[in-house]
């Protein structure tokens, strides 16, 4: 098992040691309320993640000042990839049901998509769909949208 792996098992709190290590594979970049990452799954390309750091479990954890902070990250990890990948739109989700600490799902949306699943929320897709290993992040394969989405939020304050 690979470092990385470890962390992944950990959950939110093992990939921010290891963002913060410079070990976290899927990092974009680390912008001012936390950690912009790839998702797991590309199966719509450009789906990713803000994970707030310092960690909380929720926005209601935050002030004020924070959570506009975190929610301006992740309209702006938003803009970033709608510029790189040209979806038709970006759908944002904030739950923490399952892992309870603060972070956002950013999740390009296509016109491609067929219309009954572009109505609903990407979760709808087949889990088999979403875990298949051609759609699952590689950093060969998705090195360039990485650097593609870096440069975005570099250019893009």
Not at 33 to 55: M, T
């Amino acid at each position: 098992m690979t470092i990385w792996d470890e962390a992944v098992q950990r959950g939110i709190p093992g990939r921010l040691e290891a963002a913060r290590r410079g070990e976290n594979p899927t990092v974009i970049a680390r912008l001012g309320s936390g950690w912009a990452v790839l998702g797991d799954s590309q199966l719509l390309l450009g789906y990713g993640l803000l994970l707030a750091d310092p960690e909380v479990a929720s926005l209601e954890a935050l002030d004020a000042s924070h959570q506009l902070a975190f929610l301006a990250d992740m309209a702006r990890l938003g803009r970033a990839v709608q510029a790189v990948t040209s979806c038709a739109r970006v759908n944002y989700a904030v739950m923490g049901n399952t892992d309870p600490y603060l972070h956002a799902h950013i999740w390009a949306r296509y016109d491609w998509e067929e219309p009954e699943r572009r109505a609903w929320p990407v979760w709808n897709y087949p889990a088999q769909e979403r875990a298949a290993p051609g759609v699952a992040f590689n950093l060969e394969r998705h090195a360039g949208l990485l650097e593609q989405l870096c440069a975005q939020l570099q250019s893009r304050p």
